[in-house]
């Protein structure tokens, strides 16, 4: 009886233990980037603030036991400091500063964008992508540059059409959440 008990137990710890060597691990990264800071000045007798900008990226991504990317999320929160003449900051709203997903269509990228898909849905474009691939085959996605704002633009068919915007910082991004994932 006893080595009947012993067989059951061992049998249970190798189940338990096989089906947590195949269970989906998860990865959450944050990275921030900073802009160009532009100085106050004064033009044509009028003061304009400077501007200090600051970008956040969260990255939520789940990986399979193969290191397969089953979803992945991202949203970004842009905050633009602002300061006067004197060097002192402009007051603003600073305590709830919405992200680019609850900007949704009030963000403005649809104007700007030459497919004319606002952020989210390009980022959305984006996330498909990424689902079903590994980060390094993500990472390997071409790029071109567009401008001295987009130098990692995609370069290949199925994305290209889609998302118009940089990926570069959310490549960065992803590969920080892989590298965090348990």
Same mark, same amino acid.
């Given at each position: 009886?006893?080595?009947?008990?012993?067989?059951?137990?061992?049998?249970?710890?190798?189940?338990?233990?096989?089906?947590?060597?195949?269970?989906?691990?998860?990865?959450?990264a944050l990275l921030t980037s900073y802009?160009?800071?532009?100085?106050?000045?004064?033009?044509?007798?009028?003061?304009?603030?400077?501007? +200090?900008?600051?970008?956040?990226? &969260?990255?939520?991504? $789940?990986?399979?036991?193969?290191?397969?990317?089953?979803? %992945? !999320?991202? /949203?970004?929160v842009q905050i633009r400091t602002k300061?006067?003449?004197?060097?002192?900051?402009?007051?603003?709203?600073?305590?709830?500063?919405?992200?680019?997903?609850?900007?949704?269509?009030?963000?403005?990228?649809?104007?700007?964008s030459s497919i004319g898909k606002e952020?989210?849905?390009?980022?959305? +474009?984006?996330?498909?992508?990424? &689902?079903?691939?590994? $980060?390094?085959?993500?990472?390997?996605?071409?790029?071109? %540059? !567009?401008? /001295?704002?987009?130098?990692?633009?995609?370069?290949?068919?199925?994305?290209?059409?889609?998302?118009?915007?940089?990926?570069?910082?959310?490549?960065?991004?992803?590969?920080?959440?892989?590298?965090?994932?348990?």
């Amino acid at each position: 009886m006893k080595k009947l008990i012993a067989l059951v137990l061992v049998s249970l710890l190798m189940v338990s233990l096989f089906s947590v060597a195949l269970a989906d691990t998860h990865g959450l990264a944050l990275l921030t980037s900073y802009g160009t800071v532009k100085n106050a000045e004064t033009k044509d007798g009028e003061a304009y603030p400077g501007e +200090a900008p600051v970008d956040s990226i &969260v990255c939520s991504v $789940v990986l399979d036991d193969s290191g397969v990317i089953k979803s %992945v !999320r991202f /949203d970004t929160v842009q905050i633009r400091t602002k300061f006067d003449l004197e060097g002192k900051l402009v007051e603003g709203e600073y305590a709830a500063i919405p992200s680019k997903i609850e900007k949704g269509d009030d963000y403005g990228m649809r104007k700007a964008s030459s497919i004319g898909k606002e952020w989210f849905e390009q980022i959305a +474009a984006f996330e498909e992508y990424c &689902v079903g691939k590994t $980060v390094e085959e993500v990472l390997k996605t071409p790029t071109k %540059v !567009r401008d /001295d704002n987009h130098q990692n633009v995609p370069d290949v068919a199925d994305l290209a059409t889609s998302v118009t915007m940089d990926i570069g910082h959310y490549m960065e991004a992803l590969e920080k959440a892989a590298s965090m994932a348990k």
